[in-house]
């Protein structure tokens, strides 16, 4: 075939850098992104700032002396009543509530998505529906019951009673998440297992354990930032020696003794969210991914 | 010969819906049986329920004798094989074979010589140490089923096991499957919506229609002598052409020819009269000189020539409607052009108009 | 023995003072375990309630005595301290008496009074008044005739912390010095609605409406920022209880020289008597039920009641003690105390729930515009129900 | 075919119902337990104690619908349930609105987009006692927002939300949308991505326009993941309280009332439980008048899920 | 007759990957072009090139003799069908088949006549009111045509239309889509990786591979003179049978037989000697007594006898390689048994070794 060259358009089409609709795509997204830095930014920099400079004005300017000094006492000095060891106390309280509440959560609800979606047995739907309606129950309504089911058993004040009411009250959208997920997974997959004469026990371990990592992902981020902000439960299932962060953040905050230290309090809070804030920037992608595999259908 | 599996008047229903219906199926031992039908008949079901993967509603179902209704699935001596392989992504295929023998506790040598016998026989050895993700379709699919064969199973269950791969994979693997059988003489049970596979695979074909077994018979009874009208129009691609007209004793007639039937081999029934449908393969359709020796010919307009390669499809206009001819590759029709074409007797089905059974 | 104590004293006046109990707690070989819980009673309560029913109460607790504990007490979950109060003399030594009556329930007392706390002061800031070239008020009526040339000197004449409850503080002391103490005495104990209806709480609204309008403009939430704007002489004054004075001693201020202080604002040399208590929660563990005793009557005796006192800005419950080292505003107080002009506070006579729905009217009045006539009979009628 | 009814070699029995699947049933135990005990069992007390005159402790002295009577004539509560009708709706039309528009730019294929993403999605790492605070400390007109426009220059600018009672609620929103556009916006992007790209392709053979396209076929074609971004959003405006709490303290006044905070209040600082768990016992009403639809939807439609 | 759409030298690279290679292809007017190939080889890239949704890394794209290098999908005169039928689901059939013209701004008296043509043409009248969602797979595809029908357009291209529907459907639709471009004679592009399809509906076949044209010719000249080893072995179900060998002038030899070749119609590359592949499709290897008279005959074993109803496809062992045949249907053939077949010289194929491209 002989191919004669022709005039006109040839070759990829020009593209312009600054195309109107770019120019409008990545103007609204800068605005945007500013509306959501804007207060990282503020404390971040407020935190950064001596008292002197803070009371002098404008929240936005950058700190012209740099001071450590109220993340220092943030972390260490700041006082609660008579107590005035920051933050640092609460750190180990909710490193010790975090790690068996998300664990504990995690497994229970992985297990029960997992009978939900392959062992569904009569009644199971019920209680599943029940379990979704549970999550969108104001707490408060659950407050007073709780109180009493946790003085029945023993566990009022403990680590393990808000352990436990961390569990509950996560289970009804880690169930979800689970259930839809294992759902999504081929059921000839749990067929062959079944023909294979695996059990219960044997098919979560081995087939669908080992297949669940994107939901498992999405589910520590979820847990992880609920249970460590979480402040409701921890101030009221809680006691002083067993505080968790949130709670001391609030006593810190809220202790307002003269004027207000901004910026002990922006240091206190930028330390508290600090843990979820990685996290999350870490985890951006596989958020999302997982968000897609486990929560939007249809 | 004794039965392998036996399923008497089994019934399941999901919630109101019944999906099988009081159905009764005996499989000889060594048989190579398949489930065809169009979608959603309930081949699936049927073969779910003998897995042991569906609790039946009603009814019963023997393997080897031994009533198995309500045995767990790795009880019943049973392999499965689906048709998206369903390999344990994590495992190795070395893993995968070898998961259900240790779920049943069997000694270590005896699965790695179980392993490598099955590895043989599929020629899989070199993909022992892969994981799934590994292998091309072709490949997973024979891990797939080296997972029933290690298991030393009385039947085999396919699911449409062919159905994910492409045209030319699926003609290999079909042979393979062939000689597969051949080679083990197991009963298998095997599923497909696909008319080649069921044909050229199958001892006995078991047509299936709305959970129930429309036909069970040989695939050259099946193709020659369907039993009713469905049958005959499942059975054959192209499928059958198909009249609507009177039937009286030997002549045939119908709103643009009439012919006699009279070397059509009536079955027992004995019914010779009334409205019937007449049906006729494509490729038994004659054409051009030989027409003119056939029970009827006559002439039609060719509307479309399907040039296939080796063969040519020709849909013509006649008696009314579009009837589809199949003749000789490189045929030189033409659309638009006169076509003889004939029938003979001896080739045709005659069904009865409201009961559509055989006559 | 280790004692977990859990109060909301967090500001810098109230943590000083916590600190003298702790002190003089652990000079005892015993350890004071703090259980501050910052913001207001109203965060604070849930949390020691349900510690308290849930069963795992802590060893001791401030609350405001009165009618507060109540239920608790019926419950059986507080523990009885008469047998310490007996052996202490308590009956004798609590002044004014009614302080005791409030702990008492069935002629058992369960708590142990620590201050008296009056809430009808008025907090003037001297700086303020020399900045715009002014005398410093000497009442509540001076001051509303001085606030217009206040205000245009660019100071804000009353500071005003934006919650329900010092709103309600605010309406409790105008309300003593405008309506006088019997009208006060007949709707708050007697619940007396007609009287809620009457004149002289006519003239109280028209007050609080004045009021209202000369602390318009006033953004802070928390009480003690509004008390550091009186500090900082950016407001004129401030309607506080007299705790305010302990924000006042730690910015290191002098009554009578950088600020003054009106009982009564003012008007009327009377000042309620509400204060600060503490309820020890029934414990299983015997050898704590022995530590909860020692520490009741540790709170009482008059070292630590001195000391404390001091430090926190309120009076002592003893009458016995020598409070000379008190600066002028409490000196003040103790005078009026002495002399009798003494009033229950509201919490002995309103229940929470009464006082939290006049909070909530105080908390709308305040925040936007609604007519005297209006907000007087909203309260008559939460009177007319109160129980 | 003629069927033999010849007896069974071994009678196989059919097993009993309830130990089958006995595992999962176990399995099971821990959400069947939270479902009855704490959901259903916390539910029905809290519904039951709320007919009750309890104050600080709860009692069975039955008041008939006193509570309600009462809750229904306060003012407090007229105003928190108006509160949230404001912010609701507000941040219902909002969230999604800025949520979608955030992620159909997202999906547009741009350069840093993960560093966009992480931008968007970072706040609701971060609780709503954080929030508040932070916003708070934006929003003062002494040195936040305000202070420094009237900096630069603009000496009557005027931004001051928190401390009028008519634009408090607006404060709260910005906030409000601050934490949870990003999640939204997440859910939104995996249901874009979920979208059929021949979709796409075949409105630019049809000409249509970028804008068009998402508004006349892309939104309606993404009705399910709408009605989860839905649910979610408005069970969090429901649960609204540690934003407020934290932000404006209900303040100025009454003004930025909710009613998650009047139960919080009834049932501990006021010490009136019965009040508390009717107004609970009425938000619990709410909840079930938005679930009903959806699980009309989500659960009504199929079989499997 | 004017080229009605004209591809020149095309490229195009996703990232460092070239899909598309240096491609020149030439469409006339109102000619139905099937682009075969194997999954993967470019033909939807090609065919989004040609629509304008994917940019080109280089080259040109005429269409109508224009130049639309650069034009926007919309404005090029095309229309389009896709797999997935991509139908606005919450969208009427009208809904779906009026949008791009109101967007366009056609009259609204002018969008209901051509809606009522479209309708007509593709018999969905009672289907208008109807969602894409209440419709049948067969349906959805003809709305799918239907909304490229009622734009005007001078090109049709179709991204493997039928590939979602099941087997029976395949056909009718087939013949319809034949049918459809016998009576409007658009030009029409048709990507398929389905043989059958290519064969039947194609005027021409342009066989693709890794981005390039193998082949570009009428389905006839592909089956019967593949121009290289690819194409005769992707062309034809089941495929052709090759044997590697020896050619000198007049014979070829393998190991296992030697025939002469002297009826073979060589091409004018004037090679005959060396390393050649000797190709026979399965239908043309001739059996049982035709065999006797073939340029070459010999005794296969039977291995695998498949029964397909019209014909059978038996494989046998010869020449050392399994070896498929395909003969009559009910051939009575067993495995085991032994097959005499023969080949005809002048239905043979021969490719050298080295270039793959035909003798
Ligand atoms: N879990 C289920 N609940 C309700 N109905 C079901 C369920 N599974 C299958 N069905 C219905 O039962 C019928 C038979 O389904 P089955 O899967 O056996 O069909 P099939 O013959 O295997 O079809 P295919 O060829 O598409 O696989 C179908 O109508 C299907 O809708
Ligand atoms: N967006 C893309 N980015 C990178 N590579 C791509 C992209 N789209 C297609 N490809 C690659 O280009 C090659 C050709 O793809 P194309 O979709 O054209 O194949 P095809 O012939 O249509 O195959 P099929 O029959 O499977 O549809 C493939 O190897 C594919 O991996
Ligand atoms: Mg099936
Ligand atoms: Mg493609």
Not at chain 1, 9 to 31: C, D, V
Not at chain 2, 126 to 138: I, V
Not at chain 2, 182 to 196: E, G
Request: proline share 4%; net charge negative; glycine share 10%.
């Amino acid at each position: 075939m002989t191919v004669t060259t022709t005039k006109g358009p040839r070759g990829p089409k020009p593209k312009k850098a600054f195309s109107r609709a770019n120019i409008f795509l990545y103007g609204t997204l800068i605005m945007v992104s500013m509306y959501y830095l804007l207060p990282l930014y503020v404390m971040i920099v407020t935190s950064l700032k001596g008292m002197p400079e803070i009371r002098m004005g404008n929240v936005f300017g950058p700190p012209m002396d740099i001071t450590f000094e109220p993340w220092v006492k943030a972390w260490s000095e700041a006082c609660t009543g008579i107590n005035c060891d920051g933050l640092s106390r609460g750190f180990g309280n909710s490193v010790r509530i975090l790690i068996p509440s998300v664990l504990l959560s995690i497994i229970i609800a992985s297990v029960n998505g997992y009978a939900l979606s392959n062992w569904k047995f009569k009644g199971s739907e019920v209680f599943f529906t029940i379990l979704i309606i549970g999550a969108f129950i104001p707490y408060q309504t659950m407050l007073y019951p709780i109180v009493i089911l946790l003085r029945e058993i023993g566990l009022m004040g403990s680590i393990g009673g808000l352990v436990l009411v961390h569990t509950i009250f996560g289970m009804p959208i880690l169930t979800l998440l689970f259930r839809n997920y294992f759902a999504s997974m081929p059921e000839e997959l749990f067929k062959a297992a079944r023909v294979d004469g695996a059990g219960f026990w044997q098919i979560y371990f081995q087939i669908m354990l080992p297949m669940a990592l994107p939901i498992f992902v999405v589910a520590i981020i979820l847990q992880v930032t609920g249970i460590w902000n979480d402040f409701l439960f921890g101030v009221i299932y809680t006691k002083p020696s067993t505080y968790p962060m949130t709670v001391q953040l609030n006593n810190i905050v809220n202790s307002v003794q003269g004027i207000k230290e901004y910026n002990v309090n922006m240091a206190a809070t930028l330390l508290t969210g600090l843990v979820p804030l990685l996290i999350y920037f870490a985890s951006g992608k596989l958020f999302v991914r997982g968000i897609a595999a486990g929560a939007v259908k249809g | 010969m004794a039965n392998s599996v036996e399923i008497k008047n089994l019934d399941l229903n999901f919630g109101a819906v019944k999906v099988l219906k009081q159905l009764n199926l005996d499989i000889a031992e060594g048989e190579f049986l398949v489930l065809l039908g169009s979608s959603g008949c309930g081949k699936s079901t049927l073969l779910n329920c003998i897995a042991g993967l569906l609790d039946v509603s009603d009814g019963q179902i023997f393997i080897k004798g031994e009533n198995v209704t309500w045995a767990e699935p790795s009880d019943r001596g049973i392999g499965m094989v689906f048709q998206s392989y369903a390999l344990y992504p994590q495992m190795t295929v070395r893993g995968n074979l070898s998961f259900g023998l240790k779920n049943a506790k069997v000694p270590k040598p005896e699965i790695a010589k179980r392993i490598a016998r099955a590895a043989d026989v599929l020629q899989i050895e070199p993909l022992l140490d892969r994981k799934p993700g590994a292998l091309s379709g072709g490949q997973r699919q024979r891990v797939a089923i080296g997972r029933a064969l290690v298991r030393d199973v009385d039947v085999f269950l396919f699911d449409e096991p062919l159905s994910n791969l492409d045209a030319k994979l699926r003609t290999d693997l079909r042979v393979e499957l062939k000689r597969l059988h051949q080679q083990l003489k197991n009963t298998m049970i095997y599923v497909t919506h696909d008319q080649v596979e069921a044909m050229t695979l199958a001892d006995r074909i078991s047509i299936m229609k709305d959970g129930m077994i429309e036909q069970l018979d040989t695939p050259e009874r099946i193709y020659a002598k369907p039993c009713n009208k469905y049958v005959a129009d499942f059975i054959g691609s192209p499928a059958m052409n198909l009249f609507t007209g009177q039937l009286s004793d030997t002549r045939f007639g119908c709103n643009g020819f009439n012919l006699d039937v009279s070397g059509y081999e009536f079955s027992d029934s004995g019914l010779r009269d009334g409205a019937a449908w007449l049906g006729i393969r494509p490729e038994h359709i004659m054409t051009g000189d030989a027409a003119h020796g056939a029970s009827y010919s006559g002439t039609a307009e060719i509307d479309i020539v399907e040039p296939m390669g080796s063969d040519t499809l020709v849909w013509v206009n006649f008696a009314g409607q579009s009837v589809r001819v199949r003749t000789i590759g490189q045929s030189g029709l033409k659309s638009g052009n006169t076509l003889t074409i004939g029938f003979d007797a001896a080739r045709l089905h005659l069904f009865d108009k409201k009961t559509e059974l055989r006559l | 023995i280790e004692l977990e104590v859990t109060h909301w004293w967090t500001s810098g006046g109230e943590a000083a003072a916590v600190t003298k109990f702790a002190e003089a707690w652990n000079a005892t070989g015993n350890t004071w375990l703090d259980g501050a819980i910052a913001g207001s009673g109203g965060t604070a309560r849930p949390i020691i309630i349900s510690r308290i029913i849930g069963g795992d109460p802590m060893a001791a607790t401030q609350m405001n005595h009165g009618r507060q504990a109540e239920e608790l007490i019926e419950a059986g979950l507080l523990l009885d301290l008469s047998e310490v109060a007996e052996a202490g003399g308590w009956a004798d030594i609590v002044n004014p008496s009614s302080l005791l009556e409030g702990c008492t329930l069935d002629g058992k007392i369960y708590c142990v009074p620590v201050n008296i706390h009056s809430g009808q002061w008025m907090w003037l800031s001297h700086a303020a008044y020399e900045n715009a070239g002014l005398d410093v008020p000497a009442d509540w009526n001076e001051f509303v005739d001085s606030a217009g040339e206040l205000r245009a000197a660019g100071t804000l004449p009353l500071a005003m912390g934006q919650q329900g409850w010092q709103q309600n503080l605010a309406f409790g002391a105008i309300t003593i010095a405008v309506a006088g103490t019997e009208a006060w005495r007949e709707v708050t104990v007697n619940k007396n609605a007609d009287v809620a209806r009457g004149p002289e709480f006519t003239a109280v609204f028209d007050a609080m409406v004045n009021a209202r309008e000369l602390a318009s403009g006033s953004n802070v939430q928390d009480w003690n920022q509004a008390t550091n704007m009186v500090i900082t002489g950016t407001a004129g004054a401030q309607l506080m209880g007299d705790w305010a004075q302990g924000e006042f001693a730690v910015a290191g201020q002098v009554e009578g020289v950088d600020y003054s202080c009106l009982p009564g604002l003012g008007l009327n040399d009377v000042l309620d008597t509400g204060g600060d208590a503490f309820y020890f929660p029934v414990n299983d563990d015997p050898e704590i039920t022995a530590a909860q005793l020692e520490l009741a009557a540790l709170l009482i005796s008059p070292e630590v009641q001195v000391s404390f006192n001091l430090a926190k800005g309120s009076l002592p419950v003893r009458g016995d003690i020598d409070m000379s080292a008190a600066n002028g505003c409490m000196q003040k107080g103790l005078e009026i105390l002495a002399s009798g002009g003494v009033l229950p506070s509201g919490d002995q006579s309103l229940s929470a729930d009464t006082q939290t729905q006049i909070e909530d009217l105080m908390a709308q009045f305040w925040s936007g515009d609604m007519p005297a006539a209006d907000a007087q009979e909203s309260y008559a009628e939460l009177i007319e129900k109160a129980d | 075919m003629t069927v033999a009814p010849d007896p069974p070699a071994q009678p196989a029995k059919r097993p009993r119902r309830l130990f089958k699947n006995l595992m999962a049933k176990l399995a099971s135990l821990p959400m069947i337990l939270t479902a009855l005990v704490i959901f259903v069992g916390g539910t029905s007390w809290t519904v039951f104690y709320s007919f009750t005159g309890s104050r600080m402790l709860p009692k069975t002295e039955f008041v008939g619908l006193d509570q309600y009577e009462r809750l229904w004539n306060s003012d407090r509560w007229i105003i928190s349930i108006k509160n949230l009708g404001i912010y609701g709706s507000c941040s219902l039309v909002l969230t999604l609105v800025i949520g979608f528009c955030l992620a159909a730019c997202l999906d547009r294929k741009i350069r840093f987009e993960s560093a966009f993403r992480s931008i968007f999605l970072y706040p609701f790492a971060l609780s709503f006692v954080v929030t508040g605070l932070a916003w708070q400390w934006i929003l003062n007109p002494e040195f936040g927002l305000q202070s420094v426009v009237r900096g630069w220059g603009w000496e009557t600018f005027t931004f001051n939300p928190l401390n009028d009672p008519d634009t408090v609620i607006f404060g709260l929103l910005i906030a409000g949308l601050w934490q949870g556009t990003g999640l939204i916006m997440c859910i939104m992007l995996a249901g874009l991505r979920g979208i059929d790209e021949d979709i796409w392709k075949a409105a630019r053979v049809d000409g249509i326009g970028t804008i068009k396209t998402y508004v006349v076929v892309i939104i309606p074609m993404m009705r399910p993941v709408f009605i989860t971004a839905l649910v979610l959003i408005a069970s969090g405006i429901i649960k609204l309280y540690d934003l407020v709490v934290a932000q404006t303290g209900g303040g100025p006044g009454l003004s930025s009332e909710v009613p998650a905070k009047y139960v919080i209040e009834f049932m501990f600082r006021a010490q009136n439980l019965g009040q508390g768990f009717a107004a609970s016992t009425m938000m619990l009403c709410s909840v079930v008048i938005i679930l009903i639809p959806w699980a009309f939807l989500e659960f009504g439609g199929r079989k499997r899920g």
